[in-house]
Nanobody
Framework: QVRLMESGGDSVQAGGSLRLSCFAS????????MAWFRQAPGKEREWVAR??????PAYADSAAGRFTISLDGRDSVALQMNSLKPDDTGTYYC???????????????WGQGTQVTVSS
């Protein structure tokens, strides 16, 4: 089993920056993908960025050029968010899971989320 715990959420003004962190504990060899998702009030959860333990990062269009995902070993993933916009407001979740044989990742472990609020 893997436990994920996020931190770093806060309230900031538009144009500001935040750095989210996610720490994993437990059997951290159960996954080789880590990712960030977010959910805005009244909307479905959406993927923001992912990174594989031995691979390159990938970003949603809404995050590309402003957000950076990075790994610190197998048990820590961060999301540096710059030039924040009010549309970035939401609960941010860390996720981890195995890479699928046909590509992509299946996220089987989830954190509880951390709140990001961006005001205009």
């Amino acid at each position: 089993q893997v436990r994920l715990m996020e931190s770093g959420g806060d309230s900031v003004q538009a144009g500001g920056s935040l750095r989210l962190s996610c720490f994993a504990s437990g059997y951290t060899y159960n996954y080789n993908c880590m990712a960030w998702f977010r959910q805005a009030p009244g909307k479905e959860r959406e993927w923001v960025a992912r990174i594989e333990i031995a691979g390159s990062p990938a970003y949603a269009d809404s995050a590309a050029g402003r957000f950076t995902i990075s790994l610190d070993g197998r048990d820590s993933v961060a999301l540096q968010m710059n030039s924040l916009k009010p549309d970035d407001t939401g609960t941010y979740y860390c996720a981890a899971g195995p890479r699928m044989a046909k590509g992509g990742c299946r996220y089987t472990f989830w954190g509880q989320g951390t709140q990001v609020t961006v005001s205009s």
